[in-house]
Nanobody
Framework: QVQLVESGGGLVQAGGSLRLSCAAS????????VGWFRQTPGKEREFVAR????????NYADPVKGRFAISRDNAKSTVYLQMNSLKPGDTAVYYC?????????????????WGQGAQVTVSS
């Protein structure tokens, strides 16, 4: 079992930055890939970024490439999402998720464990 807790959300002006953290419990966290997703009311959960279990491979959705950076510290069982040059369109609830299935890393169904979400609001 892995439990995930997001933190670091909040209100920021357009062009600003935030860093989300995803803290995990469970001794096997380092064996899981971790993804960040976001969701707005009435829309499906959208893939944002993903990092492999070792941290050696990262993937990003096109809308956030060059602005967001995902990283992890397995010694601290924590994954980070650094968000720069934020836009109002980035406003959403952000979720981290962990899973170790092969393939489909941009799809929510691939992940077995989810955090409760963190609200990010970007004002214009």
């Amino acid at each position: 079992q892995v439990q995930l807790v997001e933190s670091g959300g909040g209100l920021v002006q357009a062009g600003g930055s935030l860093r989300l953290s995803c803290a995990a419990s469970g001794r096997t966290f380092s064996s899981y890939a971790v993804g960040w997703f976001r969701q707005t009311p009435g829309k499906e959960r959208e893939f944002v970024a993903r990092i492999s279990a070792s941290g050696g491979v990262t993937n990003y959705a096109d809308p956030v490439k060059g602005r967001f950076a995902i990283s992890r510290d397995n010694a601290k069982s924590t994954v980070y999402l650094q968000m720069n040059s934020l836009k109002p369109g980035d406003t959403a609830v952000y979720y981290c998720a962990a899973g170790n299935r092969v393939g489909g890393w941009s799809m929510p169904i691939t992940y077995d464990y989810w955090g409760q979400g963190a609200q990010v609001t970007v004002s214009s």
